[in-house]
């Protein structure tokens, strides 16, 4: 049976051959030419080594690519880091890596939603996603017209020594969070127990979206915008050429529809179909948009 490797961030990057916050395109393009390179059966002489090359960056770009805001779940990550907040002012290598490493701009801890902002968002309540950071800051300023701040979630690895080299000490996820009408950072995406404080680090290499075109708003499903009485879906995978035009619906369900099925089979047609299915069926309590 097959192991699956576990791999740190730093690992990643250095399994790929690359700097630590390499872009997504250059993630891409060592993964692609690696693959090749390490395939199993282009090895037949050495297939076992091979093959455990092949796990280890295909298992990297995996974890380079997930949603922007996967709070890692293991309880080796901690957040914020132990003897927090001296050990920032006092550990000039951390200091480098949040400034140099990671072009952090602004530094704060941010715990759960003050009720005052949960409330600002009004009803219905919206289901935020563990893993996908950035939809949950887009479906916030639809509601609000808050803005959208982009870095990362710092982490600190409980196993490592304290005088360990930064690189084996911290962890950095990239993520999204909120700013209110105030100033004051909120972050609404889920959390595991081991973080219900985040440290968060403001930085442009976790890029901010483009904002939505002139009468276009976002709903509380993903892949779904509304333009005017219509509803679009629409599928984007991990790259741009995966992005998937699903048809335009009366009903914000009915698009719902037809994105759900193209994530589970991954057809344009079926998932159409789906969609014109759902839109037929008399409004009720269930599908009122």
């Not at 060592?30 to 693959?35: D, F, G, I, P, T």
């Not at 600002?120 to 300023?141: I, K, M, Q």
Request: aromatic share 8%.
């Amino acid at each position: 049976m097959s192991r699956r490797i576990e791999l740190s961030r730093h690992e990643c990057y250095a399994a790929l051959g690359l700097p630590y916050g390499a872009d997504e395109a250059d993630i891409a393009k060592a993964y692609k030419k690696l693959a090749v390179i390490y395939h199993p059966d282009k090895n037949l002489d050495d297939r076992e080594n091979a093959e455990e090359t092949f796990k280890k960056v295909s298992e990297a770009y995996a974890l380079l690519c997930s949603p922007h805001g996967a709070v890692p779940s293991s309880d080796d990550l901690i957040s914020p880091p132990r003897n927090w907040p001296a050990c920032f002012k006092e550990d000039c290598g951390l200091q480098a890596f949040l400034q140099k490493t990671l072009g952090g701009r602004r530094v704060r801890l941010c715990g759960a939603p003050p009720a005052a902002d949960v409330s600002a968002l009004g009803e219905p309540a919206l289901e935020f996603s563990r893993s996908d950071s950035l939809r949950n800051c887009e479906l916030v300023r639809h509601r609000t017209g808050w803005g959208i701040v982009g870095g990362f979630a710092l982490f600190e690895r409980v196993d490592a020594a304290r005088d360990a080299d930064t690189a084996d000490r911290f962890e950095a996820v990239p993520r999204y969070w909120s700013s209110n009408g105030r100033g004051t950072w909120v972050d609404f995406t889920p959390r595991p127990s081991q973080a219900r404080q985040l440290v968060l680090v403001e930085s442009p290499k976790t890029p901010l979206p483009a904002p939505p075109p002139p009468g276009v708003v976002y709903t509380q499903f993903r892949g779904v915008t509304q333009r005017g009485n219509k509803f679009k879906a629409q599928y984007t995978g991990t790259f741009v050429d995966e992005t998937r035009d699903l048809g335009s619906y009366t009903t914000a369900r009915a698009a719902a529809a037809a994105w759900a099925h193209y994530n589970k089979h991954g057809d344009v047609d079926q998932a159409k179909e789906a969609g014109r299915s759902a839109e037929a069926i008399p409004v009720g309590p269930l599908l009122a948009t």
